[in-house]
């Protein structure tokens, strides 16, 4: 079962624009989350994480929203660059417990020039 | 800067044969982790270890071993590959159990 989901597999932006990827999840004891970006032939690296005691952080264009009440969060892109075209994950733990990051499935960004 | 290397980028293995999939870091990270990613599936952790010669069990360990000698070093067997392990596997490390994961550059292993 998967307890972090991402529903678009894709979302086209134009350059300039703002892009947000949506993340939801299911399990409630989750108090830590990350967003990772990946390009194609790489591995995934770290973008930004946001802790259940706040609900928003932001470093640079990258802002991540977290709605505990709704169990979903999103990173926002401000303003998008072709750069930014790559995979998104976002992931979510337990930070009392084992280090393990659930995953969501991804949503593949296309900045557009 | 956090490093961590994998074996190879891309292996050709067939049915049956044994396979070795190796991590390295260099960052004196006690936990690493074994993932696999899959088209709409993500990222699925198979083994993780958070300290010399300990193990244990992801979301999907079936097929699949470890093992962690040194510190640095974390492997991935697989006993007898299927083609339906094929994939791309990713190795990460992290400091401590609540610190974020560093990602290598992943092996996309093709099982004929």
């Known amino acids: 079962d998967q307890q972090v989901k991402q529903n678009s597999p894709s979302l086209s932006v134009q350059e300039g624009r703002i892009s947000i990827l949506n993340c939801d999840y299911t399990?409630?004891?989750?108090?830590?989350f990350l967003w990772y970006k990946k390009y194609p032939a790489e591995g995934p690296t770290f973008l930004i994480s946001?802790?259940?005691?706040?609900d928003k952080n932001e470093d640079g264009r990258f802002t991540v929203f977290l709605n505990k009440s709704a169990k979903h969060l999103s990173l926002h892109i401000v303003p998008s660059q072709p750069g930014d075209s790559a995979v998104y994950f976002c992931a979510a733990s337990v930070q009392t417990g084992a280090n393990n990051l659930f995953f969501g499935t991804g949503t593949r960004l296309t900045v557009i020039p | 800067d956090v490093k961590v290397t994998q074996s190879s980028r891309y292996l050709v293995k067939r049915t049956g044969e044994k396979v070795f999939l190796e991590c390295v870091q260099d960052?004196?990270?006690?936990?690493m982790f074994w993932y696999r990613q899959d088209p709409g599936l993500g990222l699925r952790l198979i083994y993780f270890s958070y300290d010399v010669k300990m193990k244990e069990k992801g979301d999907i360990p079936e097929g699949y071993s470890v093992s962690r000698e040194k510190k640095e070093r974390f492997s991935l067997i697989l006993e007898s590959a299927s083609t339906n392990q094929t994939s791309m596997y990713l190795c990460?490390?992290?400091?401590?159990?609540?610190?974020?994961?560093?990602f290598g550059p992943g092996t996309r292993l093709t099982v004929l």
């Open positions: 960052m004196d990270h006690e936990n």
């Open positions: 990460a490390s992290s400091l401590g159990t609540t610190d974020t994961q560093y």
């Open positions: 399990n409630s004891m989750f108090d830590y």
């Open positions: 946001i802790s259940s005691i706040k």
